[in-house]
Each structure stands twice: as structure tokens, then as C-alpha cells.
């Protein structure tokens, strides 16, 4: 049975709808809530509905469900959904009304907007809050090239940053912005074109005891030859002028060589110390970069060496399960130079390692199911598990998989049960599944709950990605 509504003018960011659509999900055979945008309205339609006129400010209701018992069980839960975002948006703020960007900033004294609009309408935005003296993040992708740079450039000029397009992490002065771990305060700013690579790298040192001050998320392109690393210059001055800021730590896949070099002659007239941890074929991976900053600040505490599992030697391919497109590029990195062989992916090290996600495969493979091409009319993988749950269960039973990799993100914006979800198919499995686990005990999550549960449940549980890709390398008999 299916059921569409459209409400005008009904707006909600992208994040919040996603959540919605999860759980509006569950028991029925598809769910979309989402704003009424070109994309959205194709994908409603491939479900078999019929649209009437919209505007990219309506919000779609489509659901279909087995029954019209589940039907209407689905459409009450929007709406205890929609309504209990609503409570705790009124709540954060106070009792006051939704204000443009500009009218918060003259009122109420804010400096950073987070921008979670459709591509097309993130511009304008931005460009309002930057004219009132506010930072930006926009967390919306499909923003051109060309309006990026001139947003960068006008947040130059007002001495201002913006971070992003698509800058999925961030945190600002203790504040999670996006997908963000709770960690404690300290003294160690980051600067990171990734955002699952900043997590690991936040909660890996809050693992050691040590804070952060800031992490400052750049978005995807900004160390590309054309944007030339504007952000990343900006967050530079920002972080050398911080107070609370002793050290800064540069995460990120390859940047372009002549970005990277500007960057690298930047920092060394800098003051304060700046670590750069650039994934790639000559870069290090993200716990040895953790364990740099520990070394340059004279902290001892490994806790992720501390880790056991049970040594086993199995036979068969190595299959990569991944929510984070950083986290599955680190694993697949560390695989090729072990095995000396070709893993294949949906985002592959080289071109002719292409992988169909959603065909099969008798070899090394790793999927990225964060991928765009992978989460069209789907929530994130980090908030919504079922696709790689169903890839999970076909892997166990393939006679071609020998070991099986995952990794759990915890924290603001991923689901509050990903352990939960992930245990009954990690539980019937006889081959040995290693996962890495990134986040920490102040996460809503809570990472030793989570370590708990994945671990009676059969896998072996790492703080760090890197070794959890070893000890799965280690498992086929790949030599060191």
C-alpha cells in the first residue's frame, strides 16, 4: 500500500530527514521523507509515485507499506519524529524563533552558521552569514567549484572561514558540528579534509588523554589544484593565533603536490609546531599521525597497542565493509602494500580496480557504502545500516571470503544502535569479522557499551582502524 503527502513550505535540513527516513524505514518496504529537490522527486517517482507540482521548499511524506496497519504506524512515527526535532530545536534555542542567518547574528551574537540546504540554495546562504560576519560550514554538497572559491575568497577578505562544501565534521570551541565525537578540551587543533578521518583521529587521542581545542573541517576539494587550499590557509592563521592551541595536526587524504607544498612551507614559519598527516603512498596512516602528536607532546599512553585477539590463520579473500570513505581508503592502503595484490573497490586505489559495490567479487574487496553513488535515496551508512547489514550476510555466507573488516562510527548524527543492528548478522558468522571502533565513552553511543556488545557478539574490536586492517591481513597468513 502506498501513501504520499507534500507539505509546502514545510523545510527540514538534510540530516534531520535522513534520521526520520531511517526510522520511518523499518517494517515497511520503503520510506522517503525528504525536501522536495530534483533528486528527491526521481527517486519518489522510481518508487511508483505520482507527484504534483512542488518547490524545492515542499517536504515529500512517501511511503510503501505491506499493510495499512504498517502504513499508518509509519506515518505516525514521522510525525513523532518530526515533532520531537521540533521540541529539541525550540529547546537549543531558548524559546526563539527561527531567524535568517543574518537576523541571529545581529540578535543573538553567533559567529558560525551551519548550512544543511540543497546544493543550490547553499550559496546564497552562505554568502548571508559571511556579509554578517559569521563563519560558515556547509554541510551541503553539490555546490560548484566556482562558488566555493568566491565564497573563500569573501571569507578572506572579512577574515572569516569557511568550511566545506560538503564538510561532513567538525568542532568549534567544544562543539560537535555534523558527524562529531564528544571529546574532552585540549590543546590540539586539527585541520581535516575528511571527515571520518578527523573522528578517528579526535577519538584516538581523547583515548590517550589528550584534548582538542578545535577541529576545523575543510571539505572535500579545498586541497585540490583548483580551490589551492584557501580554507586551509585561513584555518592555519585562525589556529596559530588560538590561544588554547598548541599543536596542529593536518589530517587528510592526498592533497594536490604543489597545495600540499604551500602548506608544508606555511607551517615551517609557524611558531607552534604542525603535523602533517596525509594518507597516500608516502604519507602515514592516521594512529601513526595520533601517535606523532603523542611523541610531540611527550605522552606515553598507547591504549590501542594494548588490544588483543585471538591469534587464527583462515583461508579465503579479504572483504572491506565500510561507513567512511577515509577509513576504507587507510584500510585499503595498508591491504595493497601487505598483500601486494589489487583490492577492489567502488573507490579504488587505482582506476582499474574498479568494483561494481553491488556485484560479486572471488577477490580482496573493500565497498565504501558512504559513497554518493551509494547513498542516492538513502540515509548515510553511519545512520542508516541495512544495506550493509544485507552485504554483511551475503559475505559470511560466500565460500570466497575468508576474513570480513567493518568499521562502527559512533557520536552526534549516527544512529544511536549501531551495535545493536550490527550483532545478530556479526553473530551467526563462522569467519572472523575485525572491527574498528571510533568513538569514545562521552559519545551518546557510548564506546565501551558498544565494544561490549559487538564483542560478545563475536567480532574482534579495535580503537584503531590501522590495526584492525592488520590483524585481518594477519589472519589470511598476509606477512608483515
Same mark, same amino acid.
Given at each position: 500500500?502506498?501513501?504520499?503527502?507534500?507539505?509546502? #513550505?514545510?523545510?527540514?535540513?538534510?540530516?534531520? =530527514?535522513?534520521?526520520?527516513?531511517?526510522?520511518?524505514?523499518?517494517?515497511?518496504?520503503?520510506?522517503?521523507?525528504?525536501?522536495?529537490?530534483?533528486?528527491?522527486?526521481?527517486?519518489?517517482?522510481?518508487? #511508483? +509515485?505520482?507527484?504534483?507540482?512542488?518547490?524545492?521548499?515542499?517536504?515529500?511524506i512517501a511511503i510503501d507499506a505491506p499493510t495499512e496497519e504498517s502504513l499508518l504506524r509509519a506515518f505516525a512515527l514521522v510525525e513523532e519524529v518530526l515533532e520531537e526535532q521540533l521540541r529539541k530545536s525550540r529547546e537549543h534555542s531558548s524559546g526563539s524563533e527561527v531567524a535568517a542567518a543574518r537576523t541571529l547574528g545581529r540578535t543573538h551574537g553567533a559567529n558560525v552558521a551551519l548550512i544543511s540546504v540543497p546544493g543550490e540554495f547553499a550559496f546564497i546562504d552562505a554568502v548571508d552569514a559571511l556579509e554578517n560576519n559569521m563563519n560558515v560550514m556547509i554541510f551541503s554538497d553539490n555546490v560548484t567549484t566556482e562558488d566555493e572559491i568566491h565564497l573563500k575568497e569573501l571569507a578572506k577578505s572579512r577574515d572569516l572561514l569557511v568550511m566545506g562544501p560538503d564538510c561532513g565534521t567538525a568542532i568549534i570551541g567544544g562543539v560537535g558540528l555534523g558527524f562529531a565525537n564528544v571529546v574532552t578540551p585540549g590543546n590540539? #587543533?586539527?585541520?581535516?579534509?575528511?571527515?571520518?578521518?578527523?573522528?578517528?583521529?579526535?577519538?584516538?587521542?581523547?583515548?590517550?588523554?589528550?584534548?582538542? @581545542?578545535?577541529?576545523?573541517?575543510?571539505?572535500?576539494?579545498?586541497?585540490?589544484?583548483?580551490?589551492?587550499?584557501?580554507?586551509?590557509?585561513?584555518?592555519?592563521?585562525? =589556529?596559530?593565533?588560538?590561544?588554547?592551541?598548541?599543536? /596542529? !595536526?593536518?589530517?587528510?587524504?592526498?592533497?594536490?603536490?604543489?597545495?600540499?607544498?604551500?602548506?608544508?612551507? /606555511?607551517?615551517?614559519?609557524?611558531?607552534?609546531?604542525? /603535523?602533517?598527516?596525509?594518507?597516500?603512498?608516502?604519507?602515514?596512516?592516521?594512529?601513526?599521525?595520533?601517535?606523532?602528536?603523542?611523541?610531540?607532546?611527550? !605522552?606515553?599512553?598507547?591504549?590501542?597497542?594494548?588490544?588483543?585477539?585471538?591469534?587464527?590463520? !583462515?583461508?579465503?579473500?579479504?572483504?572491506?565493509?565500510?561507513?567512511? #570513505?577515509?577509513?576504507?581508503?587507510?584500510?585499503?592502503?595498508?591491504?595493497?602494500?601487505?598483500?601486494?595484490m589489487p583490492i577492489y573497490s567502488n573507490i579504488p586505489l587505482k582506476k582499474?580496480?574498479?568494483?561494481?559495490?553491488?556485484?560479486?567479487?572471488?577477490?580482496?574487496?573493500?565497498?565504501?557504502?558512504?559513497?554518493? &553513488?551509494?547513498?542516492?535515496?538513502?540515509?548515510?551508512?553511519? /545512520?542508516?545500516?541495512?544495506?550493509?547489514?544485507?552485504?554483511?550476510?551475503k559475505e559470511i555466507e560466500d565460500p570466497?571470503?575468508?576474513v570480513i573488516l567493518l568499521d562502527v562510527v559512533l557520536g552526534h548524527g549516527a544512529t544511536a544502535t549501531p551495535g545493536e543492528e550490527l550483532a545478530a548478522t556479526i553473530s551467526t558468522s563462522t569467519k572472523p569479522i575485525y572491527i574498528s571502533l571510533i568513538g569514545t565513552t562521552l559519545d551518546p553511543q557510548n564506546f565501551e557499551r558498544q565494544r561490549s556488545i559487538l564483542t560478545e557478539a563475536g567480532? @574482534?574490536? +579495535?580503537?584503531?582502524?590501522?590495526? &584492525?586492517?592488520?590483524?585481518?591481513?594477519?589472519? =589470511?597468513?598476509?606477512s608483515r
Open positions: 500500500m502506498k501513501r504520499i503527502e507534500i507539505r509546502p #513550505g514545510f523545510y527540514r535540513d538534510s540530516v534531520s =530527514l535522513m534520521q526520520v527516513s531511517q526510522r520511518a524505514g523499518v517494517g515497511v518496504n520503503g520510506a522517503l521523507v525528504a525536501m522536495a529537490t530534483p533528486l528527491n522527486i526521481e527517486l519518489a517517482e522510481q518508487m #511508483g +509515485f505520482t507527484l504534483p507540482a512542488t518547490s524545492a521548499n515542499d517536504l515529500i590540539v #587543533g586539527i585541520i581535516a579534509a575528511s571527515g571520518t578521518g578527523a573522528q578517528h583521529l579526535t577519538t584516538l587521542l581523547n583515548h590517550a588523554g589528550v584534548g582538542i @581545542s578545535h577541529c576545523i573541517g575543510l571539505g572535500g576539494r579545498d586541497l585540490s589544484t583548483i580551490v589551492a587550499g584557501r580554507s586551509a590557509k585561513q584555518a592555519l592563521e585562525l =589556529l596559530a593565533a588560538d590561544i588554547n592551541t598548541e599543536i /596542529i !595536526v593536518f589530517v587528510s587524504k592526498p592533497a594536490a603536490p604543489e597545495v600540499a607544498q604551500s602548506l608544508h612551507e /606555511i607551517a615551517n614559519r609557524m611558531a607552534k609546531p604542525v /603535523i602533517f598527516g596525509l594518507l597516500g603512498s608516502t604519507g602515514s596512516d592516521i594512529t601513526e599521525t595520533a601517535e606523532k602528536v603523542l611523541d610531540e607532546l611527550g !605522552v606515553t599512553t598507547r591504549p590501542w597497542r594494548d588490544e588483543s585477539h585471538a591469534s587464527l590463520t !583462515v583461508q579465503g579473500s579479504l572483504r572491506g565493509l565500510f561507513a567512511g #570513505g577515509t577509513l576504507c581508503d587507510e584500510a585499503m592502503i595498508i591491504a595493497s602494500r601487505r598483500a601486494n582499474e580496480w574498479y568494483l561494481d559495490p553491488f556485484g560479486a567479487t572471488d577477490s580482496h574487496a573493500f565497498i565504501d557504502f558512504g559513497d554518493d &553513488a551509494m547513498t542516492v535515496g538513502r540515509a548515510h551508512p553511519m /545512520i542508516d545500516s541495512k544495506l550493509r547489514i544485507e552485504r554483511l550476510a570466497a571470503c575468508g567480532a @574482534s574490536v +579495535f580503537m584503531s582502524n590501522a590495526y &584492525a586492517t592488520h590483524a585481518a591481513l594477519d589472519a =589470511l597468513g598476509v
